[in-house]
């Protein structure tokens, strides 16, 4: 039904409250950067009525850290629209800190604990090659 997929990639050896935090910032940076990605409200059989939520179904996968370099390094130079989480921004509290650490590093010093594409199915599918559904 898409020709897009959309790919999540969290480091597997991360805490939980890390890679749920991680996932929910990456996924808003697909949503934010992608027009029409989001549906309609929702609504129950009495009338109450819920946020809209994303119309594209998602993956969500894990990878040893080794793997997740590759995986960046495949998106960039694939010129993949990444979302991006590094681990210094773990110790951030606010997008302006989030963005002046990203812009710290160059692409090869950051150390990525997770990121997030949509593209074309069959890009995504080499692109995130070698990590693993999420258990």
Do not use: C
Request: proline share 2%; no cysteine.
């Amino acid at each position: 039904m898409f020709d897009t997929k959309i790919a999540i990639v969290v480091r597997e050896d991360l805490a939980t409250w890390q890679k749920l935090n991680v996932t929910a910032f990456l996924t808003s940076g697909i949503v934010g950067a992608n027009e029409g990605l989001v549906g309609e409200r929702y609504e129950d059989a009495t009338g109450n009525t819920y946020n809209p939520l994303v119309v594209q179904p998602m993956i969500v996968l894990s990878a040893e850290a080794d793997t997740l370099k590759t995986i960046y390094r495949r998106a960039m130079e694939r010129g993949a629209r990444l979302s991006l989480y590094i681990e210094d921004m773990f110790a951030t509290g606010h997008d302006a800190a989030n963005r002046a650490a990203v812009k710290q590093y160059a692409p090869e010093a950051m150390n990525v604990v997770g990121l997030a594409l949509r593209e074309d199915k069959k890009i995504v599918d080499k692109i995130t090659k070698g990590a693993r559904m999420h258990a």
